[in-house]
Nanobody
């Protein structure tokens, strides 16, 4: 049984930066699609970035140019570097894993495509 553990959340002022990490264990790291999702109170969980085991990346429009997803295969760790943060970026952030390559998914940023989730880490951006 695999496990995903997020870390790095916190509070920051608008315009600031934060980096999130997601340590993966017990998964096949040779073939996967991994994503970052966020959920604000009263809202649905939405995908914001995904990365394929081959390295291809995708982002939702609201974070393009501000957020960068990356992976370290040796450390089996997924990252999300967030710049120019806005109050509307405040949410619980989750990482997710599926052993299916991103290019084979119907919706790589769709939460129903993933079968393993971390416990989440809170990001709060104040104005």
């Amino acid at each position: 049984q695999g496990q995903l553990v997020e870390s790095g959340g916190g509070s920051v002022q608008a315009g600031g930066s934060l980096s999130l990490s997601c340590a993966a264990s017990g998964y096949d790291y040779s073939r996967f699609c991994m994503g970052w999702f966020r959920q604000a109170p009263g809202e649905e969980r939405t995908g914001i970035a995904a990365i394929d085991s081959g390295g291809s990346k995708m982002y939702t429009d609201s974070v393009k140019g501000r957020f960068t997803i990356s992976q370290d295969n040796a450390k089996k760790t997924l990252y999300l570097h967030m710049n120019s943060l806005k109050p509307e970026d405040s949410a619980m952030y989750y990482c997710a894993y599926t052993s299916i390559r991103c290019r084979l998914l119907l919706r790589p940023l769709g939460s129903d495509e993933y079968n393993s989730w971390g416990q989440g880490t809170q990001v709060t951006v104040s104005s």
